[in-house]
């Protein structure tokens, strides 16, 4: 087992994540505002933007395989490596406009 710093960008905020661990579980123990909502990978709620570093996260349904490398939904994804993500970045899949094609 290994730990990773997560840090979040612009935020100040960084925690020590397992890579047996979702990113949510740990911002949840150490208090750290990351949102979510369904906790199953379904509903964007916890996504952040990858800056820097990788995930596993096989059970991000929500997003296509292509976001899968730029995005991370906290609440299913494991860090590989130390991660620098940006809270609040959605994949432009959630845009309105692409909803309606
Ligand atoms: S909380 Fe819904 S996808 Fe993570």
Redesign the pocket.
Same mark, same amino acid.
């Given at each position: 087992m290994a730990e990773y710093k997560v840090e979040y960008q612009d935020a100040g905020e960084s925690l020590e994540v397992s890579d047996k661990h979702t990113i949510?579980r740990g911002c949840l123990r150490d208090g750290i505002a990351q949102?979510?909502?369904?906790?199953?990978?379904?509903? $964007?709620? /916890?996504?952040a933007e990858i800056v820097q570093g990788e995930v596993v996260q096989p059970a991000?349904h929500?997003l296509t395989k292509e976001e899968r490398e730029r995005y991370a $939904?906290? /609440?299913?994804a494991r860090p590989q490596s130390d991660l620098i993500l940006k809270r609040g970045i959605y994949p432009p899949s959630i845009e309105l406009d692409q909803l309606k094609e």
């Open positions: 949510l949102e979510y909502s369904c906790r199953v990978g379904m509903c $964007l709620a /916890c996504c991000a929500a $939904l906290t /609440c299913m």
